[in-house]
């Protein structure tokens, strides 16, 4: 079996119905002011991880927190849990930045991400 190692967990993506709110909430629980502060999006960077709200996450998709492995070689990963029976729920796309992300289904239905900095 060909491996390409992860680095970890190391972006957890949450969807919420009020920005405002949570931005309030995450704020207190992580004791940082959001690194990131947009209506689209917002970014936390606490103990060397980065938590980010998405507003209306719900409508695209998003029904639960996603945690986003951050690997080397973005579309190699892909392959490899595809070919294991994942899903691909979301191809491999560039987010600005030069930050790629991805996203696909494990046999039970669970969303995870992938995410890989060029």
Known sequence: MTSSATQGIK?????????ASAKAVYTALLGVAPQTDESYYVGFEAAGQHIGLVPNGGQQGMSSPVVYWHVPDIEAKLAEVTAAGATV????????GGRLVAAFTDLDGNVLGLLQDR
């Open 89 to 96: 729920k979301e191809p491999a796309h560039d987010v600005g």
């Open 11 to 19: 972006t957890v993506l949450h969807p919420v119905s009020d920005l």
